[in-house]
């Protein structure tokens, strides 16, 4: 059983940065591949970056260049440093972990456990 718990949300102006944490419970993180997703009012919950537990990341197109995914095995955390944001990126952000380690899922079919989400609003 793994617990997530997401830090960092909050509202911020068009250019901004926010980072995103995500604390979990837990022996077996450092085994884990970890992701981040959000969903935007009315439409369905989407990939935004994933990590495999040796740190190989990908990224949703839209994210690639701006955001930044890492994590650190000994703090059982897992990091989303968001730069030059957008109204688009307005959503509830949430962190999901995958017992297989070793892949980097985009699926949300491929996450074990999930997170409560933190709200991030993005201003015009």
């Known amino acids: 059983q793994v617990q997530l718990v997401e830090s960092g949300g909050g509202l911020v102006q068009t250019g901004g940065s926010l980072r ?3 604390a979990a419970s837990g022996r077996t993180f450092m085994s884990y591949a970890m992701g981040w997703f959000r969903q ?7 990939f935004v970056a994933a990590i495999s537990w040796i740190g190989i990341p990908d990224y949703a ?8 995914i890492s994590r650190d095995n000994a703090k ?9 944001l957008k109204p688009a990126d307005t959503a509830v952000y ?6 297989s380690g070793g892949r980097v ?3 949300i079919t491929e996450y074990d456990y999930w997170g409560q989400g933190t709200q991030v609003t993005v201003s015009s």
């Open 76 to 84: 059982n955390t897992v990091y989303l440093q968001m730069n030059s």
């Open 61 to 68: 197109d839209s994210v690639k260049g701006r955001f930044t």
């Open 20 to 22: 995103l944490s995500c």
């Open 105 to 107: 899922a985009t699926m």
């Open 40 to 46: 935007a009012p009315g439409k369905e919950r989407e």
């Open 94 to 99: 949430y962190c999901a972990a995958d017992h």
